[in-house]
């Protein structure tokens, strides 16, 4: 399904780090990237009856959530879900090497079971009308060769998903952790560039080890689009300059202090309705990256989280952000 939706920039899903709190912060920043939620399993909403965690604000637009399962019931009952809570697109997780993942037969290990991907996809686009697209690896343990991956992309693409996020390095499901599988195996971005000649009428975003805004631009020669992850969470205040840089506007954020503000509104306003302190300004961490006084300002949230007084210490806080 074509879509109008802007995934030049894109902030890769994360669990435990991109919640809608994260999110709402990362939207303060820039207006143009689209967001993700961290992966949720079709198994917790249907059966564990989690359906909160798919709470979300208003002004996160556009953000996609993500999906992992390969229950093509499931997956239609999910997406349909998603759809109704106002999600712009539903992302289907085929990167995830996890055991715990491995175990309930989703994530990496669907990279061995195109036909199968193609098949939920499918059924999972006809039960919606939101964009519906797959975040993949390259390959998983020895299959390594691009000739894999693009077989892989050959028949995925039937379902009629154009959409393909490509984490540009094989899974390895025996012997690494997930976070050794983000950074051991060799990244290929000539893998993903070649996809993006074999397959021109894909949308393909690229992901994986890319640190900044300079090496996006390089990216979007050969991609239509980025997914940065923990680069974006450990410094998000970069994101400001996707604006300027990309789409020639204006950048409407002026200052970290002005974020810190706005933000700490939003946080005031969340504990009122029962969200955890802690969960919220931990996210605040990486706005004071590079600055003279970080390690005081992480030290001051900790304090804040500790005393549960955003009130008493809002001004400190601010104070230790140099601009
Ligand atoms: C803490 C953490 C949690 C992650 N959780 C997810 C997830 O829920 N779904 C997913 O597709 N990828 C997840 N990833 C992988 C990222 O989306 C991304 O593919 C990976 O970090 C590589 O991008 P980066 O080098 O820009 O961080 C996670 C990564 C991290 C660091």
Do not use: W
Not at 89 to 114: H, T, W, Y
Not at 293 to 301: G, L, Q, T
């Amino acid at each position: 399904m074509s879509s109008l939706l802007d995934r030049k920039f894109c902030v890769a899903p994360m669990m435990q780090y991109t919640d809608m709190h994260d999110r709402y912060l990362l939207r303060l920043i820039s207006k143009k990237i689209f967001l993700y939620t961290e992966m949720i399993s079709t198994g917790s909403l249907i059966y564990g009856k989690c359906y909160d965690q798919l709470e979300f604000n208003n002004e996160e637009h556009p953000v996609g959530v993500q999906l992992g399962g390969s229950d093509i019931n499931d997956l239609i009952e999910c997406s349909k879900k998603c759809e109704q809570y106002g999600y712009d697109e539903i992302n289907l997780n085929v990167g995830c090497p996890s055991d715990r993942v491995q175990k309930g037969k989703f994530g990496a290990c669907l990279m061995l079971e195109p036909h199968l991907v193609s098949e939920c996809l499918s059924n999972m686009q006809n039960a919606v009308k939101i964009p519906v697209s797959i975040k993949c690896r390259l390959g998983i343990d020895n299959h390594e060769s691009y000739e894999f991956l693009h077989n892989f992309i050959s028949i995925v693409k039937n379902s009629g998903t154009n959409i393909f996020i490509i984490h540009a390095r094989n899974g390895i499901l025996n012997g690494l952790s997930p976070r050794q599988n983000r950074n051991i195996p060799p990244l290929k971005y000539e893998y993903v560039y070649k996809l993006k000649k074999d397959f021109p009428e894909l949308e393909i975003i690229i992901n994986g080890g890319i640190k900044n805004l300079d090496d996006s631009k390089n990216h979007l020669d050969k991609v239509d689009g980025v997914m940065i992850g923990r680069a974006a969470y450990d410094n998000p205040f970069m994101l400001k300059d996707i604006e300027p840089m990309f789409y020639d506007i204006k950048s409407q954020t002026n200052s970290k202090k002005e974020i810190l503000n706005l933000y700490l509104e939003y946080v005031e306003e969340k504990i009122d309705q029962g969200h955890n302190l802690s969960r919220m300004m931990k996210h605040l961490f990486g706005l004071s990256r590079g600055d003279k006084y970080a390690k005081s300002f992480r030290i001051k949230i900790l304090e804040i989280i500790k005393n549960n007084s955003i009130k008493e210490h809002k001004k400190e806080l601010e104070e230790l952000l140099v601009y």
